[in-house]
């Protein structure tokens, strides 16, 4: 069954640094679009990148120019590098195919917590 493990997560100053990764298995993943995604407290969970198998990406405005998606096919693994990272980004963030809904499989997602 498809399984999702989101890592990477943790707390980090303004302006910070982190490097989330995603494993996925059940799933043909190499011909997947694969996503992030992020929840914060109150909030719908919303969309931050996705990337294509062959390597296109798109980007939520929020994060364009900070945040870069890249995957590894041979290790069925999503990354999302998070660079000068803002308040607004804390959030739980996860991981999954792009377009998936409430009804589909999650993970537990990661907590990225930004302090000021």
């Known amino acids: 069954q498809v399984q999702l493990v989101e890592s990477g997560g943790g707390l980090v100053q303004y302006g910070g640094s982190l490097r989330l990764s995603c494993a996925a298995s059940g799933i043909d993943f190499w011909l997947r679009v694969m996503a992030w995604y992020r929840q914060a407290p109150g909030k719908q969970r919303e969309f931050v990148a996705r990337?294509?198998?062959?390597?296109?990406?798109n980007y939520a405005d929020s994060v364009k120019g900070r945040f870069t998606i890249s995957r590894d096919n041979a290790k069925n693994t999503v990354y999302l590098q998070m660079n000068s990272l803002k308040r607004e980004d804390t959030a739980v963030y996860y991981c999954?195919?792009?377009?998936?809904?409430?009804?589909?499989?999650w993970g537990q997602g990661t907590q990225v917590t930004v302090s000021s």
């Open positions: 999954n195919v792009f377009g998936a809904g409430e009804y589909s499989v």
């Open positions: 990337i294509a198998g062959g390597g296109s990406t």
